[in-house]
């Protein structure tokens, strides 16, 4: 048994599954990794997307255990652990911190109407997969239901209840309900009122990035094969987890994560608020701010099409496909809105094909197209975020999608920065492992430095992919051509 360590484990309990990996304090590096996969809830009505939060909780005791068992590293020697989660979804518990129903996740449309009403009673954009909606849609759809909540914690704050018995929040996640003052740093007290009186009351107390969360109870540690009383992190969401693990720690990062959704995102030393709410400006879960694209439709995109072709083709013979086609799909023109959209705002979206000619059928097209609409719908949000004063030169890749190389080359073209893939592509885990780091140290050294620490692992596959400039001229007068059809097809954005 190797006996080094300290070592913390990271977790990234996230919508297609978690993710687990545990880093070696000393040399810097992870020395297991493992996964277990999970579904929404099926059957539901069209736009409802839920999981309930034992799935969750068990796919954490499956990875933990697979970790354990791997033999890389001594489970009596983990120091602290760190949890990242997908953010906006809503955890319901009652007085007796019983789960009163299935989550409503980040991807659920059907809180629409109310993100519209509550828009316009704040005076500013709550898209509708942020946490507030769907907590206003519980009160006018689910009244008895509503009438026994007690709690409310967002995904990565129920794991932390069951690892420490602690109900807490921290600044990161907490952002993205849309009941928050991310300047100010703290819960909005004025649009809490607005969903009802008894709400700043079922809100668990707000912690700072650094400061634990708790202690792993026994429970947790009986069944997760861990010491007991060791550092639960007060981790984050999945962007802010993914920002530590990805480097992005200091000005000038920024981080592209490709996965079911994909997003955009950078440290910030300041606030930086879109008055159209097209960009979201979290906080992070270090102690600065996090202002962050996000768009509905990504990797699941390019799954679905995938499932199409179960059995003729796979996302790696279809990607070859489309690396034969010529930019812009001989005119073939995909708007990838499968789920709505949140960038730009069409929760009721549905996608669209467009200019289908003969021979624009085929796998290769259709892929390609599939690709294409998601990286101009991308390359569209990021002149919103350069637009707002972020000043990006370079991006890291992470994500499941970041291992598409045809993908990256593309982004890079379209989006007109160079992309550098990251070796480690499970960012948000590896973040996870790094803030339960930070916190540990922390304890003994108040001036810790979470950059430093991030810096030590962070490492790059392969040189950056820098744009061609003559693809990137191609790719611009595509996202006209892309903007204009979305007008078109849905109205003025």
């Avoid at 009403?117 to 704040?122: A, I, N, P, Q, T």
């Avoid at 996608?351 to 021979?359: E, F």
Wanted: aromatic share 6%; hydrophobic share 40%; with cysteine.
């Amino acid at each position: 048994m190797n006996m080094a360590g300290p070592y913390y484990l990271g977790l990234d309990v996230g919508t297609q599954g978690t993710k687990g990996v545990v880093t070696d304090a000393q040399g810097c590096a992870i020395v297991a990794r493992a996964s277990f996969s999970y579904d929404l809830i099926e059957g539901l009505p069209a736009g409802a997307a839920e999981q309930h939060p034992h799935t969750w909780w068990e796919a954490v005791q499956h990875v933990v255990r697979d970790l354990c068992q791997q033999g890389g590293f001594d489970p009596e020697r983990v120091a602290g652990v760190g949890v990242s989660g997908q953010q906006h979804g809503f955890v319901a518990l009652d007085g007796k911190d019983n789960v009163i129903r299935p989550a409503k996740l980040w991807c659920d449309t059907t809180c629409a109407g109310e993100a519209e009403e509550l828009s316009r009673e704040l005076g500013r954009t709550i898209p509708p997969g942020f946490t507030a909606p769907k907590i206003l849609w519980m009160q006018r759809h689910e009244p008895e239901l509503f009438a026994r909540l007690d709690t409310v914690l967002l995904p990565h704050d129920y794991i932390n209840f069951l690892l420490s018995g602690e109900k807490t929040m921290e600044p990161g996640d907490a952002s993205g309900t849309g009941l928050f003052d991310v300047a100010e740093r703290c819960f909005d007290a004025r649009a809490l009122a607005t969903i009802g009186a008894s709400l700043a009351d079922e809100i668990p107390p707000l912690i700072e990035p650094g400061a634990p969360a708790g202690a792993l109870q026994r429970s947790a540690a009986d069944a997760l094969g861990l010491p007991a009383g060791i550092t639960v992190a007060s981790g984050g969401g999945d962007n802010m987890m993914s920002a530590i693990g990805a480097g992005a720690t200091r000005t000038g990062v920024g981080v592209l994560s490709l996965g079911t959704s994909a997003t955009i995102f950078a440290y910030a030393d300041k606030p930086i608020i879109d008055p159209e709410g097209a960009i979201a400006g979290f906080c992070d879960s270090t102690g600065g701010w996090l202002p962050l694209l996000c768009i509905m439709n990504a990797t699941g995109v390019l799954e679905e099409l995938a499932s199409s072709y179960r059995g003729l083709h796979d996302l790696d013979s279809l990607t070859r496909l489309a690396s034969e086609v010529p930019l812009g799909c001989d005119g073939l023109l995909f708007l990838p809105y499968l789920q709505g959209e949140r960038v730009p705002n069409l929760p009721n979206a549905k996608g669209r094909l467009i200019d289908v000619t003969p021979g624009t059928l085929a796998p290769g097209h259709l892929f390609r197209a599939a690709l294409e609409g998601v990286t101009l719908n991308l390359a569209w949000g990021f002149e919103r975020l350069r637009g707002l004063g972020l000043d990006l030169k370079s991006l890291r890749v992470v994500g499941g999608g970041s291992k598409n190389e045809f993908w990256v080359r593309m982004l890079s073209d379209a989006i007109g920065v160079p992309v550098q893939r990251l070796a480690e592509p499970e960012a948000a885990a590896l973040g996870g492992a790094l803030q339960a780091q930070w916190t540990c140290t922390g304890q003994t050294d108040p001036e810790a430095s979470i950059d430093l620490i991030a810096a030590d692992y962070v490492q790059f596959e392969g040189a950056a992919v820098t744009p061609d400039a003559g693809a990137k001229r191609e790719y611009d007068r595509l996202l006209e051509r892309f903007r204009g059809e979305t007008e078109r097809c849905f109205g003025p954005l």
